[in-house]
């Protein structure tokens, strides 16, 4: 029970919203947001093998919820809400009065690259771990770990803007990814 328990925590956080202050606050926060529901579902998608996949829920939750952060950081700042950590953005000399200007600058992109690489890592684990789900839960799980980690790719493709606009992947990006993905699967299952 303690997954659905520590979401409420999480919750409470939201509700109470305070700057982090470093990189392991926030990865708490993601744990406490996103993990936790990993946690719930692997029962559900996992009959068999779900007591060898926490850490699978873990890092997705990381890296899903590290890029939510990523893709809102205007949307949640003009909220007064920032998750961008405190130590990550003294240690890129990038300042709270830069984030409040919308500032797209090199200190800018450092700290988001740091947070970007570091879910693009946790994307990566989860995808290693796949084969440990049902067969019939392997492809579409795959497919949205797949299409969750190009919103990255393109705040990149946007010049970093995530203050004047809602970066998506578009449509025919999506059907480019899926078909390379069910390719990549039935390569490996001959």
């Keep these: 029970y303690a997954p659905f328990f520590e979401m409420i925590e999480g919750q409470k956080m939201d509700l109470h919203h305070k700057p982090l202050d470093t990189e392991e606050e926030l990865l708490n926060y993601c744990y406490l947001v996103a993990g936790t529901v990993g946690l719930m579902l692997i029962p559900i998608l996992s009959k068999e093998n779900h007591p060898l996949l ?3 829920a873990i890092d997705l939750g990381y890296a899903m919820q590290i890029t939510n952060i990523l ?3 205007g949307e949640d700042y003009k909220n007064q809400r920032i998750y961008l950590p405190k130590t990550m953005m003294d240690q890129a000399n990038y300042s709270l ?3 409040s200007f919308g500032k797209i600058s090199t200190e800018f ?3 988001f690259e740091d947070l970007a690489k570091k879910a693009e890592v946790y994307y990566q684990s989860a995808l290693n771990q796949l ?3 049902d067969s019939e839960v392997r492809i579409p799980l795959g497919m949205s770990i797949i299409l ?3 919103i990255i790719q393109t705040c990149r493709q946007a010049n970093y803007d995530v ?3 809602k970066n998506y992947v578009s449509d025919e990006r999506k059907h480019e990814l899926i078909k390379a993905f069910m390719k990549t699967q ?4 001959s």
């Design 54 to 56: 926490k850490s699978f």
């Design 71 to 73: 893709r809102d950081i």
């Design 97 to 99: 009065e830069d984030l």
């Design 109 to 111: 992109i450092s700290v």
């Design 131 to 133: 084969h440990l789900f």
């Design 148 to 150: 969750y980690r190009e």
């Design 163 to 165: 203050f004047t606009r």
């Design 186 to 189: 039935s390569e490996e299952m």
